[in-house]
């Protein structure tokens, strides 16, 4: 069980990434509309 | 790729093959419905004007794709298309580009547009190829859920006219964007909750793996390194996410202590403050409760409800902006050259202007030149039209009903009348104080509870089982019976109100205008416009009923609003008349097949014709019950008397009946002619004292605010003159069709003509506040049985851990089944 001190600080790690990346999709202003974006998607170009 | 090469070559060099096979399958098939939208066109390509104007557009600009496209990504969207065919010069005015084109860095210039009829990704497609067909365009970006485009451009090349122009062929009208700073505010709002959200999330996340883990082990048996380890992990993940996540409950908890008024977010930031405070020590002192994962979990709910709340707030309030963005905001300048369109900004006092009819007039001024009737409806609340000639004085925003007038301003913009009442209602706006909402005044008594109940925990225990005990009993008890489902009882309510009401044409602008209208007060409404339909029509036909076709023959080339009424109501074939004259203020006179015909006021026709005493009074009768009396003569006696007045909406007397049953007080509250408004009052089964007329904008005010002393009032109105004192209600609602004032100044937005939606509005605000009280009860409960336990030192946080979701669960279930601002099953509408 001693791996628990190693894995665990890395999963929070890897989990801080996610927030980290979180934080910069908001700011680059992916979230701020979020319904023309999914029906773009649609078209080819 | 192969298609979007199409698109693309489309606007270049290979139009021919490409649009030209597009073109053929569209016409092969036109038996289908309309060329451009697909709804019935009756056999013809086309359904309407618009859409031909539109596909002649596309097909001309190299853009049949749009049709392959729209079959493609749209999901029964379509609509016919709508074109003005305006100008648009003003978008190239100076004034323009100062007031709402932004400079770049990059020495381009960006613009914010409302467009019109946007729906679909179809939409999106047509209008983001605008940069390829209009020179110095460098990018349009469209946000559907706003309407809103942004357009980049050089503004040493393109010309805004010019792009408004293309836009409005494509079939999507223009108007300039004026929330340009609203949004970036709100924008910023919102990025800053959504990161909340997120590191509020991820917390919670982990903290429950964590949280399982030790629960494990607490069955199980742990080495207590690990366990020790677990809990030093929490808390480093928990104390500083949460810190910055639930910033937003400690900083109104610490607005509510600095202004002394209850508030929800008090017993929230306590429980929380408790439980991280005392989580910490716990850790550090290696042992009791740690609460870390309910706290987490607490602040990620708490969080949604707001993200939740706060959006359907933003789409009420975004729904009134894109009426405000359709009225008008354009002048007629008359300068030696001719006309030219300006901003309204741009217009100062001592202009010459030019209102065309149907037009709004835009300033405060004197008639130059021109004879017309003015509808000041909307802002004095009269019926009738007044008639003005060269040397009167006419108001910004009346309606300019039969001719064109140059007008020499006087005052413009905020010095005109309309202007100053826009100051006051203003002014009325900011005063009004917040209301004590109602969860707040549960709030209030909880946390007083809570404190007491603690304190007295922390005493007995301590008397019986020793300080420490007691600390832990009265600390557990703040931490579990933090709030969560009491604070999610009001959001989840109202904000699945705000989104029903809104798809049943009523917007609601904030959650607790829900509130300010669940309890029966008084009620004003106005008469024009709101009782009344807001449009002169014939009402009253006493004498010879022949007559009437002659009249109308001899009003058909009229513009005045009395005669437009007449010719609506009379279903016959055009007589032809002959030899018509008009006189501003008197009537018209006319040769219908030989027969002379005079129509008109009683005072201008009898000094032309005899008169029989019947009809004489007739006039009279009809004068004193509020109508407009007119009078025909034929070959120089008259023969009948008509009756004109702005008709009473059909639904207005049965809604008016379901108010009253309800417990609503109702008053008439109206700037028209006292007799009028009597006359409607009486027709509506009111007793003459509940119906004042003759009322200034700022008698409304007044009295609204000495009503406002006994009790709540509700304001329900639709001119500049009622939106002062919908500012100073209790509540302000504005009917379909109101003036851009009321449409601000209003916390409820009707959008359906007729009053019926009222009684619904009403209605569906007390189920709503039902609701949230239920929510409260449900909530309340959970926190009794978890106070109780914690009480009597049975808590356990895998208790707390489950309690807590389980109260959030039944306060979702029992909003989501509330009946206000349901559809009635018989007229559900049909999808579109």
Known sequence: MITLYLVLPLALLVASGAVAAFAWSIRSGQMDDLETPPRRILLDD | ?832
């Not at chain 2, 809990?231 to 600095?258: D, E, I, K, N």
């Not at chain 2, 300068?335 to 009819?357: H, K, S, T, W």
């Not at chain 2, 205008?513 to 006493?542: C, H, N, Q, S």
């Not at chain 2, 209790?730 to 916390?747: K, L, P, Q, R, W």
């Open chain 2, 1 to 832: 790729m192969t298609s979007a090469a199409t698109a693309a070559s489309g606007t270049g060099t290979g139009t021919g093959t490409g649009t030209g096979s597009d073109t053929g399958t569209g016409t092969g098939s036109a038996t289908g419905g309309c060329l451009h939208c697909g709804l019935p066109a009756a056999g013809k390509d086309f359904c309407c004007a618009g859409c031909e104007v539109v596909h002649a557009a596309l097909a001309e600009h190299g853009l049949d794709a749009y049709y392959k496209v729209a079959d493609r990504v749209s999901m029964g969207e379509r609509g016919p298309a709508r074109t003005t065919g305006k100008s648009y010069a003003e978008l190239d005015d100076p004034a323009f580009r100062q007031l709402h084109v932004q400079a770049r860095a990059d020495g381009l210039a960006e613009v914010a547009f409302f467009l019109e009829d946007v729906r679909c990704a179809a939409c999106v497609w047509l209008v983001e190829r605008v940069p390829a067909l209009c020179d110095g365009v460098a990018e349009v970006r469209l946000d559907l859920g706003r309407s809103r485009a942004d357009v980049v451009f050089d503004p040493a090349r393109a010309s805004l006219a010019d792009t408004a122009r293309m836009l409005d062929r494509l079939g999507h009208p223009v108007h300039p964007y004026r929330g340009v700073d609203r949004d970036r505010l709100r924008q910023q709002d919102d990025r800053a909750l959504l990161l909340k959200i997120g590191v509020a999330g991820a917390a919670a996340g982990n903290v429950m793996l964590l949280a399982f883990a030790l629960y494990a082990g607490m069955f199980g048996g742990m080495a207590a390194g690990q366990t020790s380890f677990f809990r030093w992990t929490s808390m480093l993940v928990a104390v500083p996410a949460l810190g910055f996540a639930a910033m937003p409950f400690f900083r109104g908890a610490l607005g509510a202590l600095t202004t002394r008024r209850l508030h929800l977010d008090l017993p929230i930031a306590l429980g929380i403050l408790v439980g991280l405070v005392w989580g910490t020590l716990n850790v550090v002192r290696g042992t009791g409760e740690i609460y870390f994962d309910s706290l987490a979990m607490l602040v990620f709910l708490l969080l949604v409800s707001r993200w939740v709340q706060s959006k359907q707030h933003r789409k009420a309030a975004s729904a009134a902006e894109l009426l405000h963005a359709l009225t008008p905001r354009t002048a007629r300048r008359l300068r030696e050259g001719g006309v030219e369109e300006v901003p309204l900004e741009a217009i100062v006092a001592g202009d010459r202007v030019e209102v065309r009819a149907g037009d709004t007039v835009p300033v405060d001024g004197v008639v130059l030149s021109g004879a017309s009737a003015l509808d000041a409806g909307l802002l004095t609340g009269e019926s009738r039209p007044a008639e003005v000639v060269a040397g009167d004085a006419v108001h910004a925003g009346t309606v300019n009903l039969v001719g064109p007038l140059v007008v020499s301003a006087t005052a413009a913009g905020e010095a005109t009348r309309i202007g100053q009442l826009a100051r006051r209602i203003e002014d009325e706006g900011r005063r009004r104080a917040a209301i004590q909402r109602f969860v707040d005044r549960v709030a209030g008594r909880f946390v007083a509870v809570v404190l007491a109940v603690a304190a007295l925990t922390a005493i007995g225990w301590s008397l019986t089982a020793g300080p420490r005990v007691g600390l832990e009993h009265a600390m557990a008890l703040l931490i579990v019976t933090c709030p969560c489902a009491l604070a999610l009882a009001t959001p989840l309510a109202v904000s699945i109100a705000l989104g029903r009401a809104a798809r049943r044409g009523l917007l609601v602008k904030g959650g607790d205008a829900l509130e300010r209208l669940a309890t029966p007060g008084l009620v004003f409404l106005d008469k024009t416009g709101t009782l009344t339909e807001g449009r002169i029509r014939l009402t009253d036909w006493i004498g010879d009923s022949d007559a009437r076709v002659l009249a109308a023959a001899v009003e058909r080339g009229s513009a005045h609003p009395l005669a437009r009424a007449l010719v609506a109501e009379v279903d016959a074939d055009d007589l032809g008349a002959t030899d018509v004259h008009e006189v501003l203020g008197g009537g018209v006179e006319g040769t219908v097949r030989g027969r002379r015909v005079t129509v008109g006021a009683p005072p201008w026709v009898t000094a032309r014709a005899s008169v029989p005493a019947g009809l004489r009074s007739a006039a009279e009768v009809l004068a004193t019950a509020g109508k407009t009396p007119v009078l025909v003569a034929v070959d120089g006696r008259v023969v009948a008397a008509a009756g004109f007045a702005d008709a009473v909406r059909p639904d207005a007397a049965p809604a008016i009946e379901r108010l009253r049953a309800d417990g609503w007080r109702v008053r008439i509250l109206s700037g028209d002619d006292p007799r009028i408004v009597r006359a409607v009052g009486l027709s509506l089964g009111l007793p003459l004292d509940a119906c004042r007329g003759g009322v200034t904008p700022e008698g409304k005010l007044a009295a609204v605010r000495e009503a406002k002393a006994a009790g709540p009032v509700v304001m329900v109105g639709d001119g500049v003159n009622d939106a002062a004192a919908m500012a100073a209600a209790t509540c302000g609602v504005a009917v379909h069709g109101s003036a851009e004032a009321s449409i601000d100044a209003a916390d409820v937005l009707v959008r359906r003509p007729g009053l019926a939606a009222l009684v619904e509005l009403f209605d569906g605000a007390a189920a709503t506040l039902a609701v949230i009280r239920r929510n409260l009860r449900v909530s309340l409960a959970y926190n009794l049985v978890g106070g109780t336990l914690a009480v009597t030192g049975l808590i356990h946080p895998l208790i707390a851990a489950v309690l807590m979701p389980l109260s959030s669960l039944s306060v979702l279930f029992s909003s989501s089944r509330s009946r206000g601002f349901r559809a009635p099953r018989q007229e559900k509408e049909s999808p579109r």
